[in-house]
Structure formats: C-alpha cells, structure tokens
C-alpha cells in the first residue's frame, strides 16, 4: 500500500517519464503541472502541461475494504482507499510548425511504450534533489501496478473541464488515467487471539461433529499437469468423515466416492451427469461440507457444517485429434483470413466466464500467435465461438483459457507440443 504522497508521486513520475521522451523528440520543450489558467501555463512558449483534475474511486477496489471496522466502528485493519487519478495533458507550442500535435503525438507513443510506472521509474522519481519533499512516498512498495490509459471523453466532457478555467482559451489537449493509486490510513487495526481450540457442534437431531478440515489435495490423472474433468481428486485432512458428505467445487456440490475420517475421494470423470454438468473451468475453492443428518443435498438449506477452502484450478481440455474444433475462414488480404473458430471443451461454460482462444503457429520461418475473445453466450454451452481477424496462414496449437485456467497441449515423442490443432490455410 502507497502513504498520502502516493497521489503527488504519480503525478511527479507522469512529469519525469515525459521530459524524458519530449526532450528527443521536441528539443526545448518542458513538462510542467500548473492549472491550466497560471499565467506560467498559459505563456509556456512550447511544452507540455500536466493537471490533475479529478479523483475517483476506482471501481475495481471500491470494495476491497469494506469490512474494516467491527460494528462498535473498532478497526480490525488498517483501511485503504483505490483511487484513479485523472489528467489533463495540454500542448503548447507554435501552431505554425505543428509544436502542439508533435508534442501530443511523443506524449501518446512514450504512454504506449511505458504504460505503466516501474519500481525503478518511481524510486528515481522519489531521489530526485528537486523533489525532496516525496522522500517518504510509499508507491513503490504498492502491490497494484499503476497503469496509464487513454480516458473516454468526448468533446463536451472537454468543454466542460476548460468551462473551469474563466477566460482562458482552449488549447490542444488529451486526457489520460492513471489506475490505481492505493492509498492506506496510518490508524493501524487490531485483532482477536486465534482460536484454541473448537468445540463440538449439534445439528439439533443428536448428531455431534467437530468441523472438517483440508490440510492437502492431491490430484492423479493429471493432462500434463493440468487438472481436468478426468482427474481424480484425493483430499486429505481431519475430521473429513460424515454420513452425509458433500465436496464443493465453486458453485458445483458434488458426491465423493470415498470418505474416511481423513480423507475424501473424488474422481471427476464418475460423477452422475448433472454433477459433471455443474463443474465450471477457473480457480475454483474446494471445500467439504457436512449437510445436517436427514436433510437433502439439493434442498440443504441450514446447519450444514463447513471446511476450509482451497485453490483448485479446473482446465478445460479440447480432444487432442482436433475433432472438437470446426473453422471457417476467407482471404480478405493477401496472405490474412478473416473467420471464425468453434471450439467444444468437456465442460460447459457459463454466459458470464471469461473465455479466449490462443492460437501459436508452427511455422518454422516465422511462427505468429495471436489471442482472440470468445462471443457472448447467452445460456450455458460447451461450444465457444471466436471470431478471427487477420490471421497469416499456418498449422497453429489451440489452447482454450477460461477465467485464467488454460487447456492442456500433449506433447510427441519428441518432447514437443504437437496436439490440438488447427490449420489455417
């Protein structure tokens, strides 16, 4: 996490990442931060002028921190705040001989080559002598790295923002974000002593159980490492054997085949149809759960007692003879095919899951890859359709990645990845 001066460093760092390119690009040309209506701004004979206008929660962080404090409003952490900082770059210069649109043009390419600020930029940017007064600044130890974009604004969102500055002319200008700035509170937290020990629990019907705890998975039947619906999950821990056991996989409650008091079995590929139809590819928690004596699975809907999660990641798998997979493709440029590729996996993918399609070309000459989005799913399929652009022909590798998990490639004799694929011709 960043300390206060995290806001001023970002700016401070945006500056220096700027003269740096400018100065090749635009001899004589400086960067300044001044509101665009300082008379030092607006008599800038050629340069570039950062201000920073706005300040908003950033959207993915905005509840990142919401438990802090217990009901009594006793912190428990230390609280944090994700912000994105918004700019407004203004270019200056002789119109005659195109200063402003060369300065926009150098300030759009060194944002494109270094979007984001490194550990070594920020930690240059603090041991500047002119900037002592960011010594303390805390950015470079922030885990989030933060990242430059183009922000969306029209030209209205543009008359707006110089509607601000009374009586000052409008000049040439782009806007960039900076995402995300994290800034953490010095109020430090506190927290309870770990539990000693756990008690038992009744269901309410004579039944006692202590809670179940996963202290290992191991998986067998592994796709070159990767786990897949064909694998066999062996979970080891205390307290794992119940007479009704059910193992959580995300959102999917399955039946293990085997249950011990310290250890659970699950072989993926036995499941009943509409468990293997729940299972979903991604990071998914793996849990046991232990549903109160005489209740159903389906209609559980209290006293079920639970364990600790942990990771698991599902790959999908695509057959490896290429079956699963169906491409059609035109030539729209010489030696480029527009298209589209339909992939099936063994497992079904929800409308909402994040799916791409990595293609990597065999070609010995000059191998490309490329990386395509799936289309939108309005239901729950096993087929994935991605639209292809641009593609040189090749015999390409095929991976599928769902949520961040990947298909598996088989490898030859040789050692050598050589299955699924897909020719382009």
């Not at 008599?43 to 300040?55: D, E, T, W």
């Amino acid at each position: 996490m960043s300390n206060y001066l995290a806001i001023a460093t970002v700016t401070a760092a945006l500056q220096r990442l700027l003269q740096t390119s400018i100065s090749t690009d635009v001899p004589g040309a400086n960067v300044t931060t001044l509101r665009p209506d300082n008379p030092a701004a607006m008599s800038l004979s050629m340069g570039i002028n950062v201000y920073l206008y706005q300040v908003t929660p950033n959207p993915a962080w905005r509840n990142a921190d919401l438990r802090t404090r217990r009901p009594k409003g006793d912190l428990i952490k230390h609280g944090q705040a994700g912000l994105d900082l918004h700019y407004l770059l203004t270019f200056y210069g002789n119109e005659q001989e195109l200063e402003p649109q060369r300065l926009m043009g150098s300030a759009i390419k060194t944002l494109v080559d270094q979007p984001t600020l490194t550990q070594k930029s920020i930690r240059e940017t603090i041991a500047n002598s002119n900037l002592s007064f960011l010594a303390r600044s805390t950015l470079d130890d922030q885990s989030q790295v933060v990242q430059f974009i183009p922000s969306s604004i029209t030209t209205e969102d543009l008359s707006r923002i110089w509607s601000v500055f009374f009586q000052v002319p409008y000049t040439l200008s782009f806007a960039y974000q900076g995402m995300a700035v994290l800034i953490e509170g010095d109020k430090p937290g506190s927290a309870p002593l770990p539990i000693r020990r756990r008690q038992f629990i009744d269901d309410g019907v004579g039944n006692k159980s202590t809670r179940p705890v996963i202290e290992q998975v191991d998986v067998e039947n592994t796709s070159e490492g990767a786990v897949t619906a064909q694998s066999r999950l062996i979970i080891k821990g205390r307290n794992l054997w119940h007479s009704q056991v059910q193992v959580q996989i995300g959102a999917a409650q399955v039946t293990p085949q085997e249950v011990s008091p310290t250890q659970v079995v699950v072989d993926l590929s036995a499941l009943s149809g509409a468990e293997r139809r729940s299972l979903r590819a991604g990071v998914q928690g793996i849990q046991i759960i232990h549903l109160a004596a005489g209740r159903q699975r389906a209609a559980a809907s209290g006293g079920e007692v639970e364990s600790n999660v942990e990771p698991l990641v599902l790959c999908p798998t695509i057959s490896r003879d290429g079956q699963d997979m169906s491409s059609t493709t035109e030539e729209r440029d010489e030696d480029r095919h527009w298209g589209d590729i339909a992939v099936t996996i063994d497992m079904e993918i929800a409308p909402t899951q994040r799916v791409f399609l990595i293609l990597n070309g065999l070609a010995e000459h000059r191998a490309e890859s490329y990386i395509f989005r799936a289309s939108r799913r309005s239901s729950n399929e096993r087929t994935a359709r991605f639209p292809l652009e641009a593609v040189a022909p090749d015999r390409y590798l095929v991976r599928v990645q769902i949520d961040g998990a990947e298909s598996p490639l088989w490898i030859n004799d040789n050692e050598e990845y050589a299955d699924p694929t897909v020719v382009i011709p």
